[in-house]
């Protein structure tokens, strides 16, 4: 069995922490934010705070060749929703990142296409890398 090469998220991280920190905010990476829904850890990739102590949940997901990450997706936002609802207004908002040209149904996901399958997946925007860059290098989360 050959192993898969599970870095790449690495090189995501690299591009989105330099924007999030020219536009402002103050970066923790790999932060535990409680348990998951499924009972384990929640180790998040990043959490961003602006100037006014707003605090954004932001999780990376880099598929550079079709798998299963699509089916990953809804997990994580219902995930991130959760902690979002657990920390009672202490976290603002949470952004899933989708990187990397192996997505088959990243616009459906950007696009909103959870958000009438999933109650509270309006606390949860899915961006692709690049718009994220450019939201975040604004200071506009």
């Given at each position: 069995m050959v192993s898969r090469n599970t870095t790449t998220g690495k090189v995501l991280e690299q591009m989105v922490l330099p924007a999030l920190k020219?536009?402002?905010?103050?970066?923790?990476?790999?932060?535990?934010?409680?348990?998951?829904i499924s009972g384990g850890k929640h180790i998040i990739d990043a959490i961003a705070k602006d100037a006014n102590e707003g605090v954004y949940l932001i999780s990376l997901k880099w598929q550079q060749v079709g798998g299963t990450a699509e089916q990953k997706v809804p997990f994580e936002v219902?995930?991130?929703?959760?902690?979002?609802?657990?920390?009672?207004?202490?976290?603002?908002?949470?952004?899933l990142i989708l990187g990397g040209e192996g997505w088959t149904l990243r616009n459906?996901?950007?696009n909103g296409g959870l958000n009438k399958h999933l109650k509270y997946g309006n606390l949860v925007q899915i961006f692709t890398l690049e718009s994220f860059i450019a939201k975040a290098n604004k200071g506009a989360l």
């Open positions: 020219r536009g402002g905010y103050k970066v923790s990476t790999q932060v535990n934010i409680g348990n998951r219902m995930c991130l929703a959760d902690s979002i609802l657990k920390s009672k207004a202490k976290h603002k908002k949470a952004y459906f996901f950007v």
